[in-house]
Nanobody, 116 residues
Framework: QVQLVESGGGLVQAGESLRLSCALP??????????LAWYRQTPGKQRELVAG???????TYADFVKGRFTISRDHAKNTVNLQMNSLTLDDTGVYYC????????WGQGTQVTVSS
């Protein structure tokens, strides 16, 4: 069974930063996965794409995070990370890691809370 382990969530004030990390199992290397992505579910909304990176390294970002968030892969640690800067109250939610490697695999989610 493939298990993704997310970490890095927490409570921060508006304007501050957080870095989320998603550890992949050894059976899936970050550079070999077809796609890696971070999604989020904010209160009252459906789960939505935040950022993604393909096997070739192409990245995509939701309009609401462009210029603030950066997705990256760490080959040595076998993780996919999301650096989140200039956080706003609207960024509050549960953030999920997704890996596409034959099948789709999801992490359990990590809570991000931004306070004023």
């Amino acid at each position: 069974q493939v298990q993704l382990v997310e970490s890095g969530g927490g409570l921060v004030q508006a304007g501050e930063s957080l870095r989320l990390s998603c550890a992949l199992p050894a059976s899936i290397r970050v550079l070999n996965a077809r796609a890696l992505a971070w999604y989020r579910q904010t209160p009252g909304k459906q789960r939505e794409l935040v950022a993604g990176v393909s096997a070739g390294g192409s990245t995509t970002y939701a309009d609401f995070v462009k210029g603030r968030f950066t997705i990256s892969r760490d080959h040595a640690k076998n993780t996919v990370n999301l650096q989140m800067n200039s956080l706003t109250l609207d960024d509050t939610g549960v953030y999920y890691c997704k890996v596409v490697h034959g099948w789709e695999y999801w992490g359990q989610g990590t809570q991000v809370t931004v306070s004023s």
